[in-house]
Nanobody
Framework: QVQLVESGGGLVQAGGSLRLSCVVSRLTFTTYPMGWFRQAPGKEREFVAGISRTGGRTVYADSVKGRFTISRDNAKNTAYLQMNSLQPEDTAVYSC?????????????????????WGQGTQVTVSS
């Protein structure tokens, strides 16, 4: 079965950086756009960043634009989220996701409903 496994979360002080990784197995990674989402306690899950299957197109939530960078290494079946200038409001469980079907377009999905496969999540905590 398809697996998405995140890593790289942790505790960091405000202004610090973290790099999340999402290793994907059992699907043809090069045909799937990827997304990162986060959910803070008591809040709904929200879109953070998305990337097309080739990496040629990226989309960011306004709240992270200029601070976070999504990327992918198709040779390693891995998506990344580089997070800089972290703030306490970035504290959440971060999850990567892949849609249920492959695509050969440059699509990037921002709606969680377009995603079918989810990782277990990794906790990011930013202290003030």
């Amino acid at each position: 079965q398809v697996q998405l496994v995140e890593s790289g979360g942790g505790l960091v002080q405000a202004g610090g950086s973290l790099r999340l990784s999402c290793v994907v197995s059992r699907l043809t990674f090069t045909t799937y756009p990827m997304g990162w989402f986060r959910q803070a306690p008591g809040k709904e899950r929200e879109f953070v960043a998305g990337i097309s299957r080739t990496g040629g197109r990226t989309v960011y939530a306004d709240s992270v634009k200029g601070r976070f960078t999504i990327s992918r290494d198709n040779a390693k079946n891995t998506a990344y989220l580089q997070m800089n200038s972290l703030q306490p409001e970035d504290t959440a469980v971060y999850s990567c996701a892949a849609p249920g079907s492959p695509t050969y377009s440059g699509a990037v999905y921002t709606d969680g409903q377009n995603y079918h496969y989810w990782g277990q999540g990794t906790q990011v905590t930013v202290s003030s």
